[in-house]
T-cell receptor, first 115, second 112 residues
């Protein structure tokens, strides 16, 4: 499968614990995005990387959230001291920005439940 | 508030009929629009896109129409099939902004 992959697919954690999610984009895609989706809503932008540089962060990304893409390939999203309001689907997408090709390909998401 | 939204949260369609899903946007600076399909437990899947310099684009069984005058976007699905049952989102991208802004979605249910 050459699409975007995310791990784990599901995560249940207790409030106050830290969690880390991984995203593997489509090979050679230079842009990687993180979105959050709550039930019944469309995805909301969190942050994006071009290669290894994090170029933009949403106001939704509090200081408990941190994202990295150390080698410009896979990315991790860490949430520290999780809260019940963090329960959501966390989606990763990637794209190859060239000649006006903007299409973002999404992964299956990681569903986080904070108890 | 959201700059992209859908007119109806749900749409029930008879198998074989055509479906029309509507979306209104408010940001006139947006220049790229995409329709995504999301099935239960999966991430959004790209269907079709359109740039602001076009008013119509066709794909396989799908057509996207863009009316910049009234800031309206629609997705037409021809000969709707049971596999088309899903939540459909329109999304917009501001010029050179790269991030997508999604509406709340329309749930399409296909009746056999």
């Amino acid at each position: 499968d050459t699409g975007v992959s995310q791990n784990p697919r599901h995560k249940i954690t207790k409030r106050g614990q830290n969690v880390t999610f991984r995203c593997d984009p489509i090979s050679e895609h230079n842009r990687l995005y993180w979105y959050r989706q709550t039930l019944g809503q469309g995805p909301e932008f969190l942050t994006y990387f071009q290669n290894e540089a994090q170029l933009e962060k949403s106001r939704l990304l509090s200081d408990r959230f941190s994202a990295e893409r150390p080698k410009g390939s896979f990315s991790t999203l860490e949430i520290q001291r999780t809260e019940q309001g963090d329960s959501a689907m966390y989606l990763c997408a990637s794209s190859f920005q060239e000649h006006g090709d903007y299409e973002q390909y999404f992964g299956p998401g990681t569903r986080l439940t904070v108890t | 508030g959201e700059s992209v939204g859908l007119h109806l949260p749900t749409l029930s369609v008879q198998e074989g009929d055509n479906s029309i899903i509507n979306c209104a946007y408010s940001n006139s600076a947006s220049d790229y629009f995409i329709w995504y399909k999301q099935e239960s437990g999966k991430g959004p899947q790209f269907i079709i896109d359109i740039r602001s310099n076009m008013d119509k684009r066709q794909g396989q069984r799908v057509t996207v129409l863009l009316n910049k005058t009234v800031k309206h976007l629609s997705l037409q699905i021809a000969a709707t099939q049971p596999g088309d049952s899903a939540v459909y989102f329109c999304a917009e991208e501001l010029s050179n902004d790269y991030k997508l802004s999604f509406g709340a979605g329309t749930t399409v249910t296909v009746r056999a």
